[in-house]
Each structure stands twice: as C-alpha cells, then as structure tokens.
C-alpha cells in the first residue's frame, strides 16, 4: 500500500477549544497527567454555566472530581454509614432524618461529620463514634423545628421526651451549641427579641462598623448579655448594604445601591430575617435578552453558542490548572482565558467577539475584579458552599432587612475609627479625640479599609494577617440608578443585557436590572463592572446618565417606544467611598482560601475580632456572608469571655482550697467525658488533639459500675495494695492528669480495673493522688475545663 500525505487539518470551528503546544494536552480521561501535591487540589470543578445576575449556578449534573474541594457528602442521613453493629444504639427521633439531614446541609453542616467548629467546642467526646452519629440527628432535628417556625423560640425542653436518658448530655451540646453560634433563636421576631436581657451583665464589646456583620454581631452579643457599642463612620447603618429613596414627580422608588441580590434563599439567614418580618421575595427570572451595540437584539442561537462556548473554555481552564500545579497560583483567570481565546484568530465574527466579552464582564461582576487579578487556582473555591435556591430581590430594598437589625441596638455614628489598641486589660478604640474603652473590640470594616491602612492598630496587626489583607483582591462594581415616569421597557422581565464593541468598555452599562416589580416605582439600574468600574469613578454623573440614555434609546427607539429622561438618577462611587473604597472582595493571583481564614482570626489572645464578608472563605462577597461571620464572632467573643472569666477566678485564688477544688471536679464529674469501671475522665483543649489534656478520676473502694466485658485479671498485687492503702470500707477518688490519647488507650486495657491500674501506674508512670496534691498547674486545666462547658452553656442557659 502507497504511502499517501494526509490532509491538512481542518480549520478549528469558530469558539472550538484547542490544545496548547505548551501545556500539557486537554484529555480528561488519561491517567498521565502529572500529580500536583494534593494539597493544592482544594477548588472544585468550574460551574458548567453562570447565572446573567452575575452570580453562580450550580451545574444540573457536575461532574465529579477526585480533586475537587471537599463538600457536603452526598449521603443526607448520617445513621446508614455506621456499620450494622452499632446500628442498634442509634437513636430513633422521627422518620424524617434524611430530610432534617438536607435542612442542615442548606444551614452549612456536613451530612454525616462535624464542622471543625463542634469539633473545637467539643461536642461530643469520642469524634466519629456513634456518640457523634446520635450527635447529628438530634443537632438536625433541633434545627429543623426551628426553620419550620422561626418566629419562635424553641426551648430545649421540648425535646426531652424524645431523647433516651442516656443521650441527654448530647441534647445538650447540640442545643447549647446551636444558640450559640446562632443557628438557632436569632432574628428579629417578637419572641427573640423579648429574650435580650433589659441590662448587660457581661463584658463591653466595640464593635467597628454597623453593616451586617456589625449588626449581626451587636445583636446576637446583646441576646448574651455583653453590654454593646456599635462606632459608625456614615450617618446611617448598613455599610455597603444601602437602599435610597427616590423621588420625582409624584414617583417613588427604593433602590439597593450596594448589595442587592439575595443569592441562594436555602438556609440563607437573611431570608430567615425577612421572613421574621413578613417580607416576600422576588424572585429574578431568568429570561435576559442582550442587545448588539447597534441596539438590534442578539440571536438566540449565537446566544446559546457562545455561552456554550464561554462554559467550555472554564472547563479547560480547569483541567489547564489542575496539570500547571502550584503554579496556578501564580497565573490568573483572564490570562488563561484570552490565552485560549487568541487560538480563534479570524474565525469568528465581530458578534461573538463582543458577547464573548459580555460573558466575561458577567464574570467581573461576580467577582467584583478583573479577570487579570483572578487567581487561576482559586477563584471559584467558594463554588461547593453556594446557598442553593433561586436569587431575589426583596422589594422595598435589603434597608429593611438592617432597620429591623439596627433597632435598640447602640450605635453612634459619625464616628470614624482610626486607632485601635489592644492588650491584656482590654481595648481602646479611637475615632478623632474621643476613646473608647472596652474588654473587647470587634472590627468589621471592609477589606479595602484593612489594605488602605485607615486604621492603626497598636500593636501592629501579626505579619500572617497582614500578609493575608495583602494577598486577597478586593474589586469594584458601580451602579446608575435611574427612576424615570413610566416603565418602557416592560414589565416581563427582571434583567437584560447590551454589548461593547469596546472591549476595555466591556463592563460599561452590560447589565441592566428593573426594579419595577419590587421598588414602587419604575427603576431601572445600569451596572458597571471591571476596568470600566474603575473608570467610572471619575465619570461626571450627567455623562454617565447620558451614556446610559444613549443605550437605552438605541434599544428601544427603533422599536417605536419612547425612552423618557428620568426624574432622579444617581451613580455610586464606592471605590472611592473612604467607609469602604471597594466592593467586595475575591481570591487574587497568589491569594487562596486560606487568607480568608486568616482575616477572620482573632489576635491579643482574644481581644481583637474581625468580622465581614472578607473573612469568610464559605460566603464571600455576599450578603449573607458578612452576617454569617457576626454570628461566627459573637460566639468566639462570648467563648473567650466565658474562659477568661474563670482564669480571673483563678488568678484570684491560685491554689485552689480543699473544698473549692473538691466541689468544682464533683461538678465537672458529674457529667464525665469517658467513663469505663472505677475510671471517669473529662477532657480539656481540641478533640482533634490528641496531647490536649485530661483529669482522670480513680474509685477506689465501694461499689463500682459493671463493664460488658471485664474478664478476670491475673495480676493483682497492685490492686490489694492500692485498696490496702486507702481501706477497703470507704470510697475514695484518686485523680492524675493525662493526655487525651493516653485516656483513650487506657479504656481499650482489658481484664477490668487492676490491669488498668498496672497499665496507668507501671506503663505509663503516673501516679494518683488526692485531691488535695492537685497543684496549680491542675488548678488552670480545671478551670480550662469549666469555663470550656460553661460556655457552652451559658447563652442557652441565659435565654432559654
């Protein structure tokens, strides 16, 4: 057979997606891919298609990913993964445990683990036992009563008869833990309201900035007790949340300046607000057509092409990251993209080339940041965490939503924070010359603030946090609101779209939204995003107007409808608002999700706590977001006061008396975190960590709990001995520190308690004493221990 030349290739299809001669080839089913380190594969899968709110949507059926990020198991019911032989001592609370399961994947609880926050407030002793399996039913179930009516206040009584004895203790930390981290009874409903105590009797806590995590946090901090001042720098609470009244001509409107999209409303605690209140919700429909720059409308099937397109090009943005590794952190979004882009050449049209540039305005938007400053990597790891559930408006504007948070609470405005100090007596927070002085301080300014150095802290802020503000992007969206005499552009639809031919001025007016159906009145906004953001910011506000005009007409002109000049209109500057120079914040080239965590961490051992939507890595740039992390640092801030209490009481009375140190392990022994024989222990620090300490507790002598399974013992020497020493007649306990690990080993000794006795004396070199041998280094992990339980009681306790 001859030898032929074979063809030359066909040309690529117009928005094709080619393979890059310098990067590894686009196979996703070859198993040569090289193998990164594992801890680089955190982010998920890109969403197969994006909502035209500029915000996400999950794909109908994602494909999975053995690198994606970790996200809530898909089996809702904790119960089927525990093996059959421990099936029977899982509690029965109803027949709906796969549906209260779902309940608290939407409130952001794992299926069937902890969350690493009850892992730290530990909630149960033994993690990923089948304590923790009746854990999650009665947490799900406790939390499902409440969304079925959360204008109430659900009492931990009502679950008693319904939990076995056995598992009170468990009903405890579940409800105890739910209160206080504000799953549960927060809001603003008559029956929690009525439950804030009328005078503080706890610490005093500045809070910096009353937007919603501000407001979240005053609110749930009051509910515990803490006397509350809240500093505001605007003459109006809210933050970057802003609903202005509009007026002309007998017209009115309100009009969300700032944050204004709802998006997810399952499990999303804003939609629980509005609910307390009596509020509906629009939802946005999905109908969004685009007009050319020609204002003619776009083809519906180039439409679909290229947004198919544009979703294809993510999906080989994501498999280019996972074969660059590391590296991707170095490389962002928008090179990748017009990398991609630039294999087209000339085989598509001018069309596709500027809707294709719609779409990544659409992705500026949602990220509020240029796609030259989007991580590669990390961009999209928030994906796994979306609230699921439809994108609203709520009409009237999200204002409502803060009036009913800012009610009672304590704020003074007109206060611009510029230094803030802390030590180990407490806070001072300084706006102009007056101070404030406080034991704690909680700082909830935006991300542009922290980068802008508009506050001093004293001491300086740790380099790990200040390399974090660094590290993360925090980007800009601009708004035109426009109220006008009548709706022209129908009332069928919530959003449209118009084209650049400019691709600098992609961003410019790409997106409009009507507020007609939720604002009373006709409201039209334009929204600016990426370079064109920025560019905005120094736009006269009548050529803006003007631009806008110019759009509009050219839509709608030649469709025989008259576009009329609005009666009030206004442009936002937020990239230049001193209060928060930005908008909200994204994972920037070099940053991951990692910095989020960091902001969110406290420094001066408790004294200094940072809320916002920058500081969380589930729900950035959101509104729920920022009042999730409220919440999160009201309990962090009632968790450190709980603890420092108690080592106050120490430090007052360093040795302990007989009796006080007698009546306090009584106490805490009541309620023993193991329990095996004459042996009890509670335990101290992180369940996670195995050296954090344990108080053993011996019975010598009397009448002692029967173990399932204690055989006899051959050695018993040290046994006779032991209860020679203290006499046989009477009861005594002997007590020794530990480490959780070595507590644990302990329980697994078999042939009862005289081979555990020889296994902790002989083994492990312990030695027992009194009570009254429990020095001070006893004293703090005793103390440790209480205030650790203490607080997670205290607020449930306190409101119940």
Known sequence: MSEQTPPPPPPPHPFSIPNLPFFPPFNSNSDQNPTPSPS????PQFPTKRKRTGFRRKAANPSPSPHSAEIPNANPNPATSVSADLADEIIVINKEATAEAVTALSAGF??????DEEIEANVVSDVGGIEQVNYILIRNHILSR??????????KETFKSLIPPHCEPLLNSAYNYLVSHGYVNFGVAPAIKEKIPAEPTKANVIIVGAGLAGLAAARQLMAFGFKVTVLEGRKRCGGRVYTKRMEGSLKYASTDLGGSVLTGTHGNPLCIIAKQLGLSHHKIRDKCPLYRPDGQPVDPDLDRKVEGAFNKLLDKAS????NMGEVAMDVSLGAALETFRQEY?????????????WHLANLEYANAGLLSKLSLAYWDQDDPYDMGGDHCFLPGGNGRLVQALAENVPIVYEKTVHTIRYGVDGVQVIAGSQVYEGDVALCTVPLGVLKNGSIKFVPELPQRKLDGIKRLGFGLLNKVAMLFPYVFWGNDLDTFGHLSAD?????????????ATVAGGPLLIALVAG?????FESMPPTDAVALVLQILRGIYEPQGIEVPDPLQSVCTRWGTDSFSLGSYSHVAVGASGDDYDILAESVGDGRLFFAGEATTRRYPATMHGAFITGLREAANIASYATSRSMQS?????????TESCAALLADLFREPDLEFGGFSVIFGGKATDLKSPAVLKVLLGGARKKVIGEGEHSNKSLFQQLQSHYNQQQQLHVYTLLTRQQAMELREVRGGDEMRLNYLCKKLGVKLIGRKGLGPSADSVIASIKAERSNQRSNSSMLS
């Not at 409440?146 to 206040?153: A, D, G, L, Y």
């Not at 000339?346 to 596709?352: I, P």
């Not at 691709?503 to 507020?515: A, H």
């Open 40 to 43: 680089f594969y955190v982010q």
């Open 531 to 535: 370079e064109a953001a920025h560019n």
């Open 319 to 322: 498999v280019l990251r996972k």
């Open 345 to 357: 050449g000339d085989s598509v049209t001018d069309e596709e080339i500027n809707l294709f540039n």
């Open 146 to 155: 409440w969304r079925e009516n959360v204008t109430s206040w659900v009492q």
């Open 110 to 115: 794992p299926a069937d683990s902890l969350t």
């Open 503 to 515: 691709q600098s001025r992609r961003g410019e007016f790409f997106l409009f939204y009507s507020y």
């Open 649 to 657: 009481k120490i430090d007052r009375n360093p040795s302990m008396s």
